[in-house]
């Protein structure tokens, strides 16, 4: 009888699959670590609190002093910025050094080790390296003496914004032309030899068959580019600590500085849920738009 | 078993020979080349200006050109920053990175292999809090994330880094696990079921030993995460026998200001470890890099 039993209870549990207490460590560990702080930054946003001393609620005080704020105005419009001006900036050298590498030929395999180079330093590493490189006297300044590169690139502000675009990228082109590549290597060669014996150039097979069969991989990158762009945090910090004056201060900078530098813990929330809910807006506009759920069912079924 | 997984290699190595087809197709594209080399020079010259000033004269550095080798280079930077606790900087941000992966890797691997065999209700809505995970920015929690720690009395603990670094990678983790998961033929497992095996049983001796590749991948991908991130150790560490080497970067530069070949140095010392694996384990870590995010 109790043999019968487990036997039918075994036999369910397999058409059912595993137990689900197998998700249970890693969804608590979510839960508790991801989501309640997401929960509790909505819960701070209505209290005051130094970071010290317990918060005492204020109602909607730090929202509509927040949102009055014109440094809120300025970090989120330079954080729309960043994005647009990063994304127009590294998609096409991802694009291209992607295609690039993946090419066969000995010297790409070389030089792709090479490029990928940037992904393992942190981004405390680089921006004290390009810190150090622009400063204005010494660095790249010094170096070649071209007094065009002589500049004071952090201190200047018509000159900063650009600086930071151009860091960013080198930091992270390394891991979109990395999509790219393997995009690019999920082609098929027929294609290509299609092409070539119909006598299409270089040109043409690039926008005709490479550009076209990437699509997928132009929208994940971009996606991942362009909810990425909202936290670029720990370089700019590093560089700039948002400055000259509020030069570039994005959205995630003015939150740690509010809180941390500020001790305005409350108004920093306020920043947190402009941080979560334009990224989530972001991410699902972005998919809907483009039909990165597609994507992922395309690939279910590679 | 044994036979299988041979099998599968070789069928991989097959579709990768006949991706690499491509490469019979030689016409030297030479705008490409130039095109390369120029990218190579920007990736390069700020890596090369770490490491040649690095094993510069302190001295020189103020009145040389930066960009050319030191007369007479030395390595007077390097002890000065081993000298000044580095080891345990090392020590702390090896056990931070060591406690997370493990960790993350472990749970993570456990709820994918549910996600992918289960058709459990709990189970599904579990996987698309994790894909919503991936789209929210987490910087925004670090203020609540502040405040919890010092409620739990971790702050300036060791702890305080690892619990939620285990948090934020678990959704991508999942997410490449799962996708590979999901390519082991259900074969195996019914074979398995046929011979009475566990659920367990399944998950340690198909599901860990078929999933190697992609843990190693993971892992990496983790690793070097966790090992360069700045944010948590910034806002939940104080004290410095509790800090990781990317904060020490940083307190170098303001403790060093002027010797700048010694605040290089630090940067090459802490990024050494990361470079052997990178060395060592360059396919898998590239592998993982796009494996979360589609073909």
Known sequence: MSTAK??????????????????????????????????????????????????????????????????????LWLSFKVIIVSWLVQTPLSLLVGVFTAGRQRYRAVLAALYFLPLILSSAAIGIAFKSLLDPNFGLSKAFGIPALAQDWLGNPELVFYVV????????????????????????????????????????????????????????????????????????????????????????????????????????SV????????????????????GFSRMTSQQEGA | ??????????????????????????????????GGFVWLAIIIVPIYYIVITSVGQQSDFYTGNPLLPSSNPTLDSYQAVLDNDFFLYLANSLVVTVASVVVTVGISLMAAYAIVRSRARVVRLTFSLFLLGLAIPLQATIIPLYYMIGQAHLYDTLLALILPSIAFAIPITVLILVNFIRDIPGELFESMRVD??????????????????????????????????????????????????????????????????????????????????????RRQLVAGLTAGFGK
């Open chain 2, 1 to 34: 078993m044994a036979t299988t997984l041979q099998e599968r290699r070789r069928a991989v190595s097959a579709a990768e020979r006949g991706r690499a087809g491509r490469g019979r197709r030689v016409r030297p594209n030479y705008l490409a080349g130039l």
């Open chain 1, 165 to 268: 675009v151009f860091v960013i990228a080198w930091q992270f082109v390394p891991f979109h032309s990395l999509l790219y590549q393997a995009g690019t290597r999920q082609i098929p060669a027929s294609f290509y030899e299609a092409a070539e014996l119909d006598g299409a150039s270089r040109v043409q097979q690039f926008v005709h068959i490479t550009l076209p069969q990437l699509r997928y991989t132009i929208v994940t990158s971009s996606t991942l580019m362009v909810v990425g762009s909202l936290t670029y945090f720990d370089v700019v910090y590093i560089l700039t600590q948002g400055g000259p004056g509020y030069a570039t201060r994005l959205l995630p900078l003015d939150m740690y500085l509010t809180g941390f530098a500020s001790s305005d813990m409350g108004d920093a």
């Open chain 1, 6 to 75: 487990t036997a039918s209870g075994a036999e369910k549990a397999l058409r059912t699959g595993p137990s689900s207490w197998m998700v249970a460590p890693a969804l608590a560990f979510f839960l508790i670590f991801a989501i309640v702080p997401l929960i509790l930054a909505a819960v701070l946003s209505f209290t005051k609190w130094d970071g010290i001393n317990p918060p005492a609620w204020t109602g909607l005080g730090n929202w509509t002093r927040t949102l009055s704020d014109p440094v809120t105005f300025q970090s």
């Open chain 2, 196 to 281: 009475g095996a566990s659920h367990w049983r399944m998950f340690l001796s198909l599901i860990i030993p078929l999933s190697r590749p992609a843990i190693a991948t993971v892992t990496l991908y983790n690793a070097l995460n966790v090992w360069n991130g700045f944010l948590f150790p910034l806002v939940l560490t104080q004290s410095p026998d509790k800090r990781v080497l990317p904060l020490a970067l940083w307190t170098f530069q303001g403790q060093f200001t002027i010797n700048v070949p010694a605040i290089l140095a630090a940067v090459v010392l802490s990024t050494l470890p990361i470079f052997v694996l990178y060395v060592l384990g």
């Open chain 1, 271 to 290: 920043l947190a849920m402009l941080l979560v809910v334009i990224g989530l807006l972001l991410a699902v506009g972005l998919t809907k738009l483009t």
